[in-house]
DNA sequence: TTTTCTTGTGAGACCGGTCTCAATTGTGAA
DNA sequence: TTCACAATTGAGACCGGTCTCACAAGAAAA
């Protein structure tokens, strides 16, 4: 076995000479398609099975300009939060016969871009992605197949979406806070901002991060807390200067007593630097995070958590782009899924 | 844009009637092969700019026969482990401007077998499988290009294979164990069994499996301990069962006092199940497990873990599957990585 | 100046399937 | 018995690239 070189494929041509058929009619049954009366049925099977035959689906992509593949492109697989989309797609597409085709982002453009022309030379049949900023989305508008957007809705972009209610979770959530008593909440989120904030949420081009900025600011409104613009950071991920960044924040005099973090990863990169800085959860600092990650359950104080349907997620773009795939010509649907708060032991009285 | 149906797309052949040239230049200088003059390049780049040319990369591959993909078959990209593998694997490929076509088996032998061969079809230049049993390789055998394997070696199949020092892991974290004085000491895995197990663990196909079981056999020999082969628990991965399983085994008279765990997902069930059980870790029972997911630092108390190098696993493998790609044909290497024991506060003296 | 290489280019086969179209055969209807 | 029509089958074009081969032209060598 293995034989690096070439490996001298069976073709149609060869399983109709050995049937004694012409290619036409091997290649009939092989593909299934046409008609073909039972015996010469049996023969071209037998003579496929004699000689293991495999089809290229490479071949057959070609002519039918269909691959039975989709490309998905993900922020970051290493996330849980995409892990188990990435399941609910892989499991819907599977149902199918369709395979996923999976590309990392790492959260940058210049990748996504590279990511989806590589998908697209690929002859993908349909896309779907996590758009990683904003800003540009100029290549995403002139993809020339089906393409659906996981997570992050983009309104200039009129495309099947799946997403949560990310303004009305963070609204819910940070309430939980507020009518704890805290004052100085911060919302921490792993996005990269292009450009400068100061408050225009509206500027904010993608759909998940500035819903929820939007829902965080309209809690703390409510609260008549002023400046909550100030308090939200961004670019806080798993990196050496994110892990800074909230050593700054802890260890500032106008450390907040609450935090909101935008996904599990951020909030366990939290959780640890909240331990170093020698403070505890939740009497010195209350912690709500998005995504119900498995780890927030066992943590001492367990988290509270906004629970996204990640998993409903994935299978809902997946079955979106499939249903167009398939032929669907409605125009785009956005759907908007539910997300529950589970409330732990990490939110607290506010000491001040 | 996003016309679901056809996509007149471009080809060579247009892109050469553009530049006034033939088919066969142009398709020298987009294909980058062949010797061209400068003229006629320019003036070919030029009219593929124009005309917005995409290469057909299936086409490509149908005539090279190199599809410039591999395939991955992992079982679980939900758990942490195998994402970070695969992250590792990706990252080696896309230096080598290979992408990665990813496939979940979901440790069963059929899904795992159809992965195979849907990706063979597709034409993939390799592939890195985690085989998901032991007893079924036939199909694995026969596989006509390269082949490596992640994390699990199979003896009787001579491919490139990379997996951790496994029996020497597990025996150095359950001598942990022994000297703090535990003798009911339990091995729990999610690896299914075929067959009888029965001691006889030589059986077991999956180097993975059978080592560690073989390190914690000994280990328990050195410390005196009869009968350890009764406390290995197969089975026991994120489902309904094996939740009851955990259950009985914690509740059971001869409930042990110490346990290994194989992976971390088994880990944070098992951790539950403890806590469920109005059990505390360390004072009524001791946990070490496989693998250092980021969370086993965060609970109370910290995991005490074995640290494997999960990146550098899909690192290598990659590495080792594109060198055999590029046509090295050095007889198969089996790299076995070094772990380390990362002692935090879940181990605590026996009570017994 | 003639011969021998290079170098650049075009024509056309080929990869392994799908699919159109025409030809052949068999069948029930007229 | 003759004809329209359905069912089967084969021949060959086609998808969009790659690649071999022959040939022309200019450069270097004799």
């Known amino acids: 076995m293995n034989r690096p070189s070439k490996a001298p494929s069976v073709t149609v041509s060869d399983v109709a000479r050995e049937a004694k058929v012409s290619k036409a009619t091997a290649a009939r049954v092989l593909g299934g398609y046409g008609t073909v009366s039972e015996t010469v049925r049996a023969a071209v099977l037998e003579a496929a099975r004699a000689l293991d035959y495999r089809p290229n689906e490479l071949a057959r992509s070609m002519t039918t300009g269909r691959s039975g593949s989709i490309g998905v492109v ?15 797609i892989s499991d819907v597409a599977r149902l199918s016969g369709i395979n996923v085709i999976l590309a990392n982002s790492g959260e940058d453009v210049e990748a996504e871009k590279n990511a989806i022309r590589v998908l697209l030379a690929k002859q993908v049949d349909g896309l779907i992605v996590t758009p990683a900023q904003s800003g540009e989305i100029a290549h995403l508008k002139e993809i020339a197949c089906p393409l659906a957007l996981l997570d992050r809705a983009l309104p200039e ?3 099947d979406t799946v997403t949560v209610d990310d303004r009305n979770a963070a609204l819910r959530a940070t309430r939980i806070l507020t009518r704890a008593g805290h004052r100085r909440i911060a919302y921490v989120t792993a996005a990269m901002l292009s450009g400068d904030f100061r408050g225009a949420a509206s500027r904010i081009n993608t759909s998940t991060v500035r819903e929820r900025i939007l829902g965080f600011i309209e809690a703390c ?4 807390i002023e400046g909550a613009e100030r308090n939200i950071h961004f670019g806080s991920g798993r990196s050496e200067s994110a892990h800074a960044l909230m050593q700054r924040l802890l260890k500032s005099a106008e450390r907040p007593t609450a935090i909101l973090a935008s996904d599990s990863v951020v909030a366990l990169e939290l959780f ?3 331990r170093e800085c020698g403070l505890s ?3 010195d600092i209350s912690l709500i995070t998005f995504h119900d ?4 359950s066992v943590t001492t104080p367990p988290i509270t ?3 996204q349907p990640v998993y409903a997620l994935g299978k809902s773009v997946a079955e979106l782009l499939i249903r167009r795939l398939k032929g669907d010509d409605r125009p785009p649907e956005r759907i908007v899924l539910p997300t529950t708060i589970i409330e732990r032991m990490s939110v607290g009285p506010s000491e001040a």
Do not use: C, H, M, Y
């Open 74 to 88: 993900v922020g970051d697989i290493e996330n849980p939060f995409f892990s188990l989309a990435v399941r609910g």
């Open 157 to 159: 972009l009129a495309v």
């Open 221 to 224: 409104r409510e609260a008549d």
């Open 272 to 274: 640890k630097a909240i």
């Open 281 to 283: 959860i939740p009497q």
């Open 293 to 296: 990650a498995d780890w927030t």
């Open 305 to 307: 958590v906004i629970d």
